[in-house]
Structure formats: structure tokens, C-alpha cells
T-cell receptor, first 114, second 114 residues
Framework: DAKTTQPPSMDCAEGRAANLPCNHS???????VYWYRQIHSQGPQYIIH???NNETNEMASLIITEDRKSSTLILPHATLRDTAVYYCIDPANAGGTSYGKLTFGQGTILTVHP | NAGVMQNPRHLVRRRGQEARLRCSPMKGHSHVYWYRQLPEEGLKFMVYLQKENIIDESGMPKERFSAEFPKEGPSILRIQQVVRGDSAAYFC????????????FGNGTRLTVT
């Protein structure tokens, strides 16, 4: 399984930017990095993905280092509703047949406080 | 634009009974994935299906578990002769195609075996 490493927990003040790091040193050259989050009692929610260029959407920004060994998810103005477990995923494509076969690690528990 | 629909949301079964979990993918999505989340553990891939085909069932327990995605109707995850260790949240996800498409998850079925 492809491995990613994330800090187990982080805190952030409401309204501030939350920067969640991830190491994915074994990622292959053609694999995207995906970020999902899981709010308590809900299913995982897709946030963003990227290959080598920085990406931005309505939810977050993704900064990927030039060597692609790590990335940072940025929530620019965190709210209390952003409290969740955030997962950084290297899809580890197994021969092109199982793109949806994701390995969810322990993720980072982000707590946004007032 | 309905998302992935799972039902029931909560299911209680006695040991030895059968559990049937249903998943309707997003409109236009023909790829379905089932994941299981045991209490205090991460999400684990179980099975990947396309219409009428099981593509990858490497995460399915060898006995008592089966999955199908018929030509018409929802995908079904079936657990026969449930045991207490089957108590978990079962999540279904769908995607429109293989390749770099993010997964869209439902809110899960929480199975409790008494």
C-alpha cells in the first residue's frame, strides 16, 4: 500500500487559515494526491486533488512541492464546521483497474475552535 | 442533483440474521465501491463493482459477505449470519469512470449486531 504521513491532530482558530501537511514520498510520477475529509457521523467528502501544479477550488487550496513528496492542504478561513478528520491519499494505482481502491490512513483530526 | 443514497441509515440485526445494505450511486455513475469503518478504525476498501460485474473484491471477507450491482436497481451489500464483529459503518461511493475521478460517498449504513 502507498503510504502517506500526516500529523494526528491540529488545532486552528476560527477565521484563521488551517494548513494541513502530508508526506507522500513514495508517490509515483503519474499519481494524483487526493484529499478527503470526514465530519463526524458522515461519509467522507472529497475536497481537492492535484498532480504537480497547485490547485484551488471553492473549498480549499492544495500546494504540492516540486519533488511531489509532500503537499499542504489550506483551508483559508476555517469555520467550526470544518472540524473533521482530513485524509491525504496516494491512490497507489494497482495496474489501472482500481482507482477507487483507496487507502485511508488515520488522517489528521482538525479541531477548529472559537 | 441527488448524491449517493444509502439505506437504511441504521440497521439492527440479531446474531445469525442477514443484513442487506443498499446503495444508489449518483446519476450517471456506473462505478460503485463499498468501504467499511469499524469502531475507532479507519475506512477499509471492500469491493469495487461496475454494472453486473465485480471488478475487485480483494477487501471482502471470504465468507458471509457478497455484493452485487445489477443492471437495474441499487447495489446491494449482503451479510449473511451476522456476528457482533460485523457491527460497523458501511459506506458506499460512486464515480463516473475510472481514472482520476474523485469518489462521492454516501452517509453510510450503521449496522449494529446484538
Amino acid at each position: 500500500d502507498a503510504k502517506t504521513t500526516q500529523p494526528p491532530s491540529m488545532d486552528c482558530a476560527e477565521g484563521r487559515a488551517a494548513n494541513l501537511p502530508c508526506n507522500h514520498s513514495t508517490i509515483s510520477g503519474n499519481e494524483y494526491v487526493y484529499w478527503y475529509r470526514q465530519i463526524h457521523s458522515q461519509g467522507p467528502q472529497y475536497i481537492i486533488h492535484g498532480l504537480k501544479n497547485n490547485e484551488t477550488n471553492e473549498m480549499a487550496s492544495l500546494i504540492i512541492t516540486e519533488d511531489r513528496k509532500s503537499s499542504t492542504l489550506i483551508l483559508p478561513h476555517a469555520t467550526l464546521r470544518d472540524t473533521a478528520v482530513y485524509y491525504c491519499i496516494d491512490p497507489a494505482n494497482a495496474g489501472g483497474t482500481s482507482y477507487g481502491k483507496l487507502t485511508f490512513g488515520q488522517g489528521t483530526i482538525l479541531t477548529v475552535h472559537p | 442533483n441527488a448524491g449517493v443514497m444509502q439505506n437504511p441509515r441504521h440497521l439492527v440485526r440479531r446474531r445469525g440474521q442477514e443484513a442487506r445494505l443498499r446503495c444508489s450511486p449518483m446519476k450517471g455513475h456506473s462505478h460503485v465501491y463499498w468501504y467499511r469503518q469499524l469502531p475507532e478504525e479507519g475506512l477499509k476498501f471492500m469491493v469495487y463493482l461496475q454494472k453486473e460485474n465485480i471488478i475487485d473484491e480483494s477487501g471482502m471477507p471470504k465468507e458471509r459477505f457478497s455484493a452485487e450491482f445489477p443492471k437495474e436497481g441499487p447495489s446491494i451489500l449482503r451479510i449473511q449470519q451476522v456476528v457482533r464483529g460485523d457491527s460497523a459503518a458501511y459506506f458506499c461511493a460512486s464515480s463516473p469512470q475510472q481514472g482520476n475521478s474523485p469518489l462521492h460517498f454516501g452517509n453510510g449504513t450503521r449496522l449494529t449486531v446484538t
